[in-house]
């Protein structure tokens, strides 16, 4: 596309009403996604939305997604991932709980010392590194940045950019490592045969539990809430989890769509001098990341992708729809990511403040020269 063609469609974009933006989001999620599949990519219904959301968005569209409409979705994510582990999942991380929790803590730390270092050299304004590359919690740490002072836009895209950067670096992951037959994916039908009732008490879950998790204000509460009321229930033989593969496909879009049209064109100008930096410190973030799940491939024997995902400092809803479409182990990748959510609400921003006040005060003493931006 020439920059004059860039100009008219932009201009489209923005002058056009909101039932054409949502009609052209629709069209370029189908399209997108239908590329996705047809390469290869994981995810493929996830990155497609999510890649329309920025050009609807990053072109002058007034789209939004509130969150009351986005309390469902984060629902059937968590119906989908509880009818992917197993019922010995609980059993499963008592026995290997150490692995799960040098994983964890050595992602918290990682990223700690990571954001420490950025911010002492400048790398971003203030402390905006030291926020942005906290894995997990991004609407926790995008206001604790705003709370002290960083550059709120700055961490906000460092975040959901990531979630963008590590998708793409599972694909790249999953074509190196999936050479296998055991990592064949198997052939989507998108209009299966539906059993109704199980599909109506999924349904109900997804409702019911989405909107009790709103309802007790905690982060991630629809998702968490419906996540272990579902471990339950077909632990315990009450419901059998049925989610066609179309209904997964909205929920997917939802939340590409949610990420997506965060991107607009005011947050991308405003990041765009910054852009390589961002960039930069995301992929250091992913790399330290990857060595950790290098460090579990060589002693625990888990195989790549796993490990990768399973460390990944992506957000917890959007690796689960990956996991959900690669060979994976989804148990271990799951078990890792909610037990590294959890300390990451715990821990993590106590943290991040403790090491933010450090980072502050050291810019306070040093000297002119100390405190020029990279």
Not at 273 to 279: G, K, S, T, V
Not at 296 to 315: E, F, H, K, M, R
Request: charge should be positive.
């Amino acid at each position: 596309m020439t920059h004059e063609t860039l100009r008219r469609f932009s201009g489209w974009i923005e002058e056009s009403t909101p039932a054409f933006q949502w009609a052209a989001l629709i069209v370029l999620s189908v399209g997108f996604g239908a590329v996705l599949i047809w390469l290869g990519v994981p995810a493929a219904m996830l990155i497609g939305p999510l890649l329309a959301g920025i050009v609807i968005s990053g072109n002058g569209g007034k789209l939004r997604l509130t969150p009351r409409a986005f309390v469902p979705v984060q629902g059937l994510i968590g119906c989908m991932i509880a009818g992917m582990l197993p019922s010995s999942t609980v059993g499963e991380f008592s026995v290997h709980w150490p692995v799960f929790a040098a994983g964890v803590f050595s992602v918290i730390v990682a990223s700690g010392v990571l954001g420490w270092l950025l911010a002492r050299m400048r790398v971003l304004p203030g402390t905006t590194a030291l926020w942005g590359v906290s894995p997990g919690a991004a609407t926790i740490m995008t206001l604790m940045a705003e709370a002290y002072g960083a550059d709120a836009q700055l961490v906000a895209v460092m975040q959901y950019l990531r979630v963008l950067m590590v998708a793409a670096v599972a694909s790249v992951v999953a074509k190196v490592s999936g050479v296998g037959p055991h990592h064949v994916a198997p052939a989507i039908i998108w209009f299966p045969a539906l059993a109704w009732l199980p599909l109506t008490k999924t349904l109900a879950l997804a409702v019911l539990g989405s909107l009790l998790g709103r309802r007790l204000r905690i982060p991630m509460g629809p998702m968490l809430v419906t996540l272990v009321a579902g471990v339950v229930l077909v632990r315990h033989g009450w419901l059998t989890i049925e989610l066609p593969h179309w209904l997964l496909a909205v929920a997917y879009a939802f939340v590409g769509w949610r990420i997506g049209l965060r991107f607009t064109r005011a947050l991308l100008a405003h990041a765009a001098r910054a852009l390589p930096r961002i960039i930069a410190c995301s992929l250091a973030l992913i790399a330290v990341c990857g060595g950790i799940g290098a460090a579990l491939v060589a002693v625990a024997g888990i195989d790549p992708l796993t490990a990768y995902l399973a460390t990944s400092p992506g957000g917890a809803d959007s690796v689960a729809i990956i996991a959900a479409s690669s060979n994976v182990d989804v148990r271990f990748v799951m078990a890792m990511q909610m037990a590294r959510f959890v300390a990451v609400l715990a821990v993590g921003p106590l943290a991040a403040r403790f090491l933010a006040r450090r980072t502050a005060v050291k810019a306070d003493t040093a000297g002119p020269e100390d405190t020029r931006s990279c």
